[in-house]
């Protein structure tokens, strides 16, 4: 993966604060309206919707900036296990994808589609900070 796709290092924070605070954002408003905004029963709120698109965008940003942004030392075999780890996570997103359209049907199956855009990100980021982390640590050990 060529480095001059990816994002500056910093903006990798930038993109924790906007995931984490929305989605702390989100799990308040799923307490506060456990049904969703639609089905409360009250007349239909455009900023509930509005709010709700809002939510969809802010960690959908949050994620690309922190699967993509630089490493501080951006290497080739960095570049190497970004690209394994986003293999990785596609194949692991559509094997699931695939099992969960044959068990799951009706309106369920559109909220399994809503968060099938987000998890191939998620997926990314644990396993790509996973091989990092067991780098780094192979590296520390090889360094004693």
């Not at 309206?33 to 960690?59: C, E, H, L, R, S």
């Not at 296990?81 to 293999?87: C, E, F, G, V």
């Not at 990314?124 to 090889?142: C, D, G, M, P, T």
Request: hydrophobic content about 55%.
């Amino acid at each position: 993966m060529k480095s001059r796709f990816l994002f500056p290092h910093y903006c990798r924070l930038i993109g924790y604060l906007c995931f984490v605070i929305d989605i702390l954002k989100a799990v308040a408003l799923k307490f506060i309206y456990p049904k969703g905004f639609a089905q409360t029963g009250d007349t239909p709120n455009i900023w509930m919707n509005i709010t709700n698109d809002f939510n969809i965008i802010i960690v959908i940003i949050g994620l690309l900036l922190i699967a993509f942004s630089k490493e501080k030392d951006e290497d080739e075999h960095i570049s190497q296990l970004r690209l394994d780890s986003l293999q990785w996570a596609i194949y692991v997103n559509y094997c699931l994808f695939l099992i969960l359209v044959v068990l799951i049907h009706g309106f369920k199956f559109l909220e399994i589609v809503a968060y099938n855009v987000i998890t191939p990100l998620i997926f990314f980021i644990i396993r790509f900070r996973w091989k990092v982390f067991l780098l780094n640590r192979s590296l520390a050990k090889e360094s004693n």
